[in-house]
């Protein structure tokens, strides 16, 4: 079903509605910009109870209040740097003091520095991974029980199509994400008995403001047309419409998959 509007707030559109979203609720990380940001807004949109994490404090905070004036919602921003495994579950446990047990947990922060393979040193490794792939557990580790305790739930790891296209220029970045089919295959076996999903989201070159300033170029465009088998460009709100699919029952028997989203890249 779908909406021109939000009917209590006269919210920007709603493409597709998914009533058991409303009232449940999700914790994202990485949520204040970006894919994130287009993540957390179209959570609030379905009426879901949004808490997210962030370090960009001044964009999260100013998402935080459009979001408040634009549907009447406000979503629970929590300052943290995800690197902090302690500060990452304190702030689990904190959204589940204020909201309630959280039944959809979206693994989205990430930093996708370019890098040289002679530059890299074991401290600049160490701190990639400690932000690409060491909190996803943890934070898999802290929502589980409270999955349990509401019958189930669906975990929503974000991976990428830069390994699987063989890209360079990144390798501890590239390695990261390999990983994430991992983690999220072995653990979607674990957290099967409990009616836990846990699935790969895997955006293709999405035009954020971060890519369009850092690495996007005026010959891009002929690149993505290349290899692209569609014409348009993946945006952030293309992903969300993703999350909200596999977050919701309509995704019941989904796990242990990649679901790609990228115009046909790979």
């Known amino acids: 079903m779908t909406d021109k509007t939000d009917a209590a707030s006269g919210a920007p559109a709603v493409r597709a509605r998914y009533p058991d979203l409303a009232g449940r609720t999700v914790f994202i990380t990485g949520g204040g910009s970006g894919i994130g940001a287009a993540l957390t807004e179209a959570f609030v949109l379905q009426g879901a109870r949004v808490a997210f994490v962030d370090i960009a404090r001044?964009?999260?905070?100013?998402?935080?209040?459009?979001?408040?004036?634009?549907?009447?919602?406000?979503?629970?921003?929590?300052?943290?740097?995800?690197?902090?495994?302690?500060?990452?579950?304190?702030?689990?446990?904190?959204?589940?003091?204020?909201?309630?047990?959280?039944?959809?947990?979206?693994?989205?922060a990430a930093n996708d520095d370019r890098h040289r393979l002679e530059d890299v040193t074991p401290d600049y490794w160490d701190d990639r991974q400690a932000i690409l792939i060491r909190p996803m557990f943890f934070a898999i580790q802290a929502v589980a029980p409270q999955m349990r305790r509401l019958g189930g739930g669906s975990v929503i790891n974000f991976g990428s199509i830069s390994w699987m296209d063989g890209m360079g220029g990144m390798p501890a970045y590239t390695t990261a994400k390999s990983a994430v089919q991992g983690l999220t295959r072995g653990l979607a076996r674990d957290l099967g008995p409990d009616n836990i999903r846990v699935n790969v989201l895997v955006p293709g070159w999405v035009m954020t403001e971060r890519q369009l300033k850092l690495w996007v170029r005026p010959e891009s465009g002929a690149d993505i047309e290349r290899k692209q088998c569609l014409k348009g460009r993946v945006l952030p709100h293309h992903i969300a419409d993703m999350a909200l699919f596999l977050a919701s029952d309509a995704a019941a028997m989904c796990s242990a998959q990649d679901f790609i989203v990228d115009g046909g890249w790979v």
């Open 58 to 108: 001044e964009a999260s905070e100013a998402l935080v209040q459009r979001l408040k004036a634009e549907t009447g919602r406000t979503p629970l921003f929590i300052p943290c740097d995800i690197r902090d495994i302690a500060a990452l579950q304190g702030a689990i446990a904190a959204t589940q003091a204020a909201l309630g047990d959280i039944g959809v947990l979206i693994n989205n």
